[in-house]
Nanobody, 123 residues
């Protein structure tokens, strides 16, 4: 089994910064990619940023230039540095990972989600 543990959410004023972390642990053979999604009340979950095991990154247009995703392969951990935060960034942020595991001699790809961490941008 695999667990994704997120941390770093909280309340911040507009223009402020937060750093989210997501650590994967468990029976991991390898991690294909990880990413951050967010869901605001009444809205669909959307991609914020993603990173592959090779370091290729992808960002939503709304966060380009303000957010930076990075990873530490030795710790199976990704980070999301969020700067110049806006009220519209308020949401629950979820970590997602596609992880390769070996079960009964077969290697397969599995999708995991974290429990979510609240980010609130408000005066």
């Amino acid at each position: 089994q695999v667990q994704l543990v997120e941390s770093g959410g909280g309340l911040v004023q507009p223009g402020g910064s937060l750093r989210l972390s997501c650590a994967a642990s468990g029976s991991i053979y390898s991690i294909k990619d990880m990413g951050w999604y967010r869901q605001a009340p009444g809205k669909q979950r959307e991609l914020v940023a993603a990173i592959t095991s090779g370091g290729t990154t992808n960002y939503a247009d709304s966060v380009k230039g303000r957010f930076t995703i990075s990873g530490d392969n030795t710790k199976n951990t990704i980070y999301l540095q969020m700067n110049s935060l806006k009220p519209e960034d308020t949401a629950v942020y979820y970590c997602k990972a596609r992880i390769e595991m070996v079960r009964a001699g077969a290697q397969s790809l599995y999708l995991y989600w974290g429990q979510g961490t609240q980010v609130t941008v408000s005066v």
